[in-house]
């Protein structure tokens, strides 16, 4: 009964500690009502980012303020919209703007905005990929987490597309997250309850629209979603989505660490080019291993055993640790889009076929390169990278291994 009253205690205290920090975090800045409202008069030195939308949102009701909101829509709906980003933008952030239509010479505007057709939808990513040059015919879809709306979703993701210098065509696949902090669990079911379109997407944009590669980024609670969706296609016979199917990214996994290695063990046969960035003063995960009952959660976990790092390449998964990596987040969650070091990693990733190759200080200061380069550092020493005996991953590495054996 003791054992019970503490657990309860260290639950309740940790609960309250990450309603502090989400408390600060909202602090910082975020999408004012309207924001997704057209603004004209774009100045000629903005940037210019179009987002191509599948979403599992349903409609906003109060149109023109809002477009989607956190509750679910009945079938995937589309939109595109063009995001200009202001001249002096500073890499890793998203300059919100403190009204709606604001200052695009400052802030994050929106250009334009339509709903589409499914039809329309395709043809308009058709079109965009026949746009651009041969090499750059790729799309990259991104899955985000927890807490988000579309608004922050949009953003967010037109400000990773300008940092990490992607040249194909971006698509946000956006599920329904209320973005509220005690929505947790509403979220998670809906993260359950878009599966089936994530991969339905993903499948029409392998066949309809021409491209030559699908990349997927995921963070946070999206990691689940994608990896649900990959296990359940492979499951169906055809994991790489038509061959389609590149870089696969998975930025603070807040995945159960048993539920990992599951998934893990029905995907790594496929050998797809997996990444995993993962941060041990993950603040949020932190919480989020409390919630779910102590277990750890992937994107906290830290590998430093060459054994399990070697299991790890044989899958062709590459595990980096970015706990050195300075961030302003408060929650050090989101480091994968607001560090400006982390963002080219990502860019380098997107436009290698091969994986990232090892290529000096460039790449960023205080990110440890492990798996693909089994302990080969970058800009810092393999000491940075945290020690965990019998690694908790280790079990994911051990599972893909005796697959491929």
Known sequence: MRQIGVWWTSARAGAIALAACLALAACAGGPPKGVLEPVGGIPADASAVAIHVATTRARAADLPIEMFTGER????????LVISIPPGHKPGE????????????????????????????????RAAVASRKPADRSILVFVHGYNTTFEESVYRFAQIVHDSGFKGVPVLFTWPSRGQLLQYPYDRESAVYSRDDLEATLRELASRTGAQKIDLLAHSMGNFLAMETMRQ????????????LGQVMLAAPDIDIDVFRRQLLTIAPLKLPITVFVSSDDRALGISKLVWGGTARAGATVISDPEVLERLKEANITVYDISAVKSDDSLKHA??????????LIGQRLASDNGIGTRGPTLGEGIVALGSTLGATVGTTVGTAVSLPGAVLGGAAEAAGAVLE
């Open 73 to 80: 829509g009945r079938r995937t709906d589309h939109a595109r």
């Open 94 to 125: 998203v300059e919100w703007p403190r009204r709606a239509q604001g200052d695009p010479k400052r802030f994050f505007v929106t250009a334009a905005r339509e709903f589409q057709t499914d039809d329309a939808f395709v043809q308009s990513v």
């Open 233 to 244: 296609a492979t499951i169906r016979g055809d994991g790489r989505f038509s061959g389609k």
């Open 335 to 344: 480091k994968f889009a607001d560090s400006p070091q982390v963002v080219q």
